[in-house]
């Protein structure tokens, strides 16, 4: 916590004994603060937010911010537990704007937590009736359909999603995870062709790309994209590193190697001796009585 927030931390908690108009000055701006700075809190806004907002309105209450204060009060009754001071913010915020899509997402926050799925999946599933582009309704009902346990369900809802918000690279990431848990690694192929095509320079996903082709038993294409990885980031990158050297004993099990992968199991099984080596841990002798054997098998 920033200087600035701790002061008026202590402002503010000083101001719950005898609530003036200073001191509610003090806890917005205490609230606004960890809003802006993206710092929850939730334990600090219940003791500075609730004692404030249960008020009657003596106090001028005029500001904007005030419902923002509701919002934040009730995103941390939900993470604390404490679901009768997020009810009552939810009663006042639905008071001040009865046909909010806003507040209507809040409501399925707190059926979420009360653990009536049913109840969030239905209110989701009519904000997406009402507003088609309703982003937050569709995520969240992949939320419910993974906290029901259902990763069928869950992958439904995530595509469902996707077909609105092609865009969202960690979505796709997140889809091909679930595949990946329901053992469908074709269709988590899939998922990490559209990853990479929009993130073309990170690393881990070539390399997650090409542990999915190398347990599909695609060597030549996991060598391939393992390569890659190792192009973008030759540093510490152990997993592509193993990943060459099980792809070539893999393929010359099968077909043998040429000069050229003879060369490239050797450069990769150095380079990650090197690495354990550098890092000075007991692990060295573990990998190279590893490499030893896949060199043998190769």
């Not at 509610?24 to 960890?34: G, M, S």
């Not at 109840?119 to 507003?131: S, V």
């Not at 542990?211 to 030759?234: C, G, I, M, P, Q």
Request: proline share 2%.
């Amino acid at each position: 916590m920033s200087a600035e927030a701790a002061a008026l931390l202590k402002q503010a908690t000083d101001g719950l004994a005898s609530p003036s108009q200073s001191a509610f000055t003090e806890t917005r701006r205490l609230l606004q603060i960890l809003r802006s700075t993206g710092q929850t809190a939730p334990r600090i806004v219940l003791e500075v937010g609730e004692n404030f907002l249960n008020l009657p309105p003596t106090l001028d209450f005029s500001s904007d911010s005030l419902w923002d204060m509701y919002e934040q009060v009730f995103v941390a009754g939900l993470q604390c537990g404490e679901l009768n001071v997020a009810k009552g913010c939810l009663a006042r915020l639905r008071k001040q704007f009865s046909n909010s899509l806003r507040v209507s997402r809040l409501y399925g926050l707190l059926f979420e937590a009360r653990g009536e799925y049913d109840k969030a999946t239905a209110l989701y599933r009519n904000n997406i009736q009402n507003c088609p582009t309703d982003q937050f309704s569709y995520r969240r009902q992949v939320v419910v359909a993974r906290a029901k346990g259902g990763i069928r369900a869950a992958i439904e809802a995530l595509n469902q999603y996707l077909g609105v918000f092609m865009n969202d690279v960690e979505a796709w990431g997140e889809l091909a995870d679930m595949y990946v848990d329901a053992q469908l690694y074709e269709n988590a192929c899939f998922c990490f062709e559209e990853v990479i095509i929009s993130s073309t320079q990170n690393y881990h996903n070539f390399t997650r790309y090409a542990e999915l082709l190398y347990t599909l038993k695609d060597y030549a294409a996991a060598l391939k994209n393992f390569s890659f990885s190792v192009e973008l980031s030759r540093e510490n990158n152990l997993r592509s590193y193993f990943g060459i050297c099980l792809c070539l004993s893999s393929m010359k099990q099968k077909n043998g190697l040429s000069t050229l992968e003879k060369e490239a199991f050797t450069l990769a099984k150095d380079r990650l001796l090197s690495i354990y080596q550098g890092e000075g841990t007991d692990m060295e002798p573990y990998v190279r009585d590893a490499l030893r054997l896949l060199e043998s098998e190769s």
